[in-house]
């Protein structure tokens, strides 16, 4: 019955979205974002959500800047990331700007991992459902963690304080084993 419900729910809903105008549709042809100069609208558009990367077909790829991690294992992924670039980037006043920016996005994609659920796969070995519950409890808290780190890194180098930085990263990566070992992640 339910399922049912919601199917009907989401087919209407569909149909509603699909016959909405949108606000492309309302603009005006000239003068929109990655439309060529003098343009009629013809062709493709470029830099446009959906319309490809910037000088290039195909949409923004994950884990990249401004990108949003689609699940847990993309969100790691840019963390990973962007922790061996801030380490690169740290005690260099020249890349303070680019330091600052990849914390902002490695603080993203922690609170993208942390709102997702702890994928099935490290739940499957649980013995019962209380260990299950345990485990993503522990997964829960450890990116709450990260993310304070993240953000006591993210003053510490506004504050220019590099020696602070290099010891929060190395905190930062000393939570990331543990997390990881609990969890049993390659």
Excluded: F, W
């Excluded at 070995?125 to 829960?140: P, T, V």
């Amino acid at each position: 019955m339910k399922t049912s419900l919601l199917a009907a729910i989401a087919a209407s809903l569909s149909v509603a979205l699909a016959s909405a105008p949108s606000a492309a549709q309302d603009a005006p042809s000239q003068g929109q974002p990655g439309q060529k100069e003098g343009g009629s609208g013809g062709g493709q558009q470029r830099g446009v959500q959906g319309g490809g990367r910037e000088g290039g077909r195909g949409g923004p790829r994950g884990g990249g800047p401004g990108a949003g991690a689609a699940n847990v294992e993309g969100a790691m992924k840019g963390m990973n990331r962007g922790l061996k670039a801030i380490k690169a980037a740290v005690g260099d006043a020249a890349k303070k700007p680019e330091a600052l920016k990849l914390v902002s996005e490695m603080q993203r994609d922690c609170a993208a991992a942390k709102s997702m659920p702890l994928p099935a796969a490290y739940t499957k070995g649980a013995a019962d459902d209380a260990a299950r519950q345990k485990l993503e409890a522990e997964y829960a808290a450890d990116m709450r963690k990260l993310m304070r780190m993240l953000v006591d890194l993210e003053d510490a180098i506004a504050a220019d304080k590099a020696d602070e930085a290099k010891a929060l990263l190395a905190r930062i990566e000393e939570q990331r084993e543990h997390s990881h070992k609990e969890l049993g992640v390659d």
